[in-house]
């Protein structure tokens, strides 16, 4: 009998080890695969080769989403969707997880709350940009406004806005903003005012208060308006209403155009809207 049990003994001491091997092999290869599509995607995406890093990239995230890397993963294939591939859908998928999934990752989530302002841009600040505008009822030949895109010493985006009656310029003023925390901030003497506020879609509303007797209340009125306007017809806008709280039985509308900016603004009142100045002109 001793020499059967130990024949049986050493089988299945073979069996054990071979049983180890096969699961450490199988450990090693998920741990290769893993590695490859992370490292790999990260490389097909820095080589421009954004078709093989997005699956790469997407595989990584289904296998191991609460991996470190995770939140810069989702990162990355947000501006990949959003730069290379003009895909906003997408994006603000993976920057929404970024931002809201990893709380830890203060860098990373502060960056993704601000990319996702930029996908689709209602506002661009980009220096070199300049849009003109112009009063509706004439076209612009009794007032014209000039908007250019610049930066300030420490960097900043402004917009310098440049007022004509005519032909003859009656002030130049700038004003500074900043993309942050899901909006965009308008500052002025040290004072923040979010002038578009993410998500970017109808029923979204917000409020600032300015000092103890005004506050100005926003709304998105509707996210898929067709506008008409002198430099042309732009789809997929964005209306957005300002109520200053002081005045009550009036307000006023702003028409986004995603990659442009303000195409148009018109006077509100009960039953009435009433254009005011739209874009003539942009870059």
Not at 20 to 47: K, M, N, Q, S
Not at 113 to 141: H, K, M, Q
Not at 170 to 180: A, E, G, L, N, P
Not at 212 to 230: F, N, P, R
Request: proline share 4%.
């Amino acid at each position: 009998m001793l020499p059967a049990r130990r024949t049986l003994a050493r089988v299945l001491s073979r069996l054990l080890l071979a049983g180890l091997f096969a699961w450490a092999g199988w450990r090693l290869a998920i741990v290769a695969r893993d590695a490859y599509d992370y490292h790999g995607g990260r490389f097909f995406d820095e080589t421009g080769r954004y078709g093989r890093a997005v699956p790469a990239l997407e595989r990584s995230l289904r296998r191991r989403p609460a991996d470190p890397r995770a939140c810069r993963t989702h990162l990355r294939l947000g501006r990949i969707y959003a730069r290379r591939f003009e895909r906003c859908l997408e994006a603000r998928r993976h920057f929404e997880s970024a931002a809201r999934e990893f709380p830890d990752d203060k860098v990373c989530a502060l960056e993704a709350r601000t990319e996702i302002i930029n996908c689709p841009d209602f506002f661009p600040l980009e220096r070199g940009r300049a849009w003109v505008y112009g009063d509706t009822a004439s076209g612009g030949r009794n007032m014209r406004l000039e908007v250019e895109g610049l930066v300030s010493k420490e960097g900043q985006p402004l917009l310098q806005n440049s007022l004509f009656a005519g032909n003859k310029r009656i002030s130049v003023f700038r004003k500074q903003y900043v993309k942050k925390d899901w909006a965009v901030w308008e500052l002025d003497a040290g004072r923040e005012t979010a002038v578009l506020r993410y998500p970017f879609r109808a029923g979204n509303s917000w409020s600032v208060a300015r000092g103890q007797k005004e506050t100005l209340s926003y709304s998105i009125e509707a996210d898929d308006v067709e506008v008409k306007t002198k430099a042309g017809t732009f789809f997929g806008c964005i209306k957005v209403r300002e109520l200053d709280s002081r005045v009550r039985r009036a307000w006023k509308y702003d028409y986004y155009a995603p990659g442009v900016g303000r195409v148009k603004t018109t006077v509100g009142a009960p039953g009435v809207e009433s254009p005011n100045t739209e874009l003539i002109t942009y870059r």
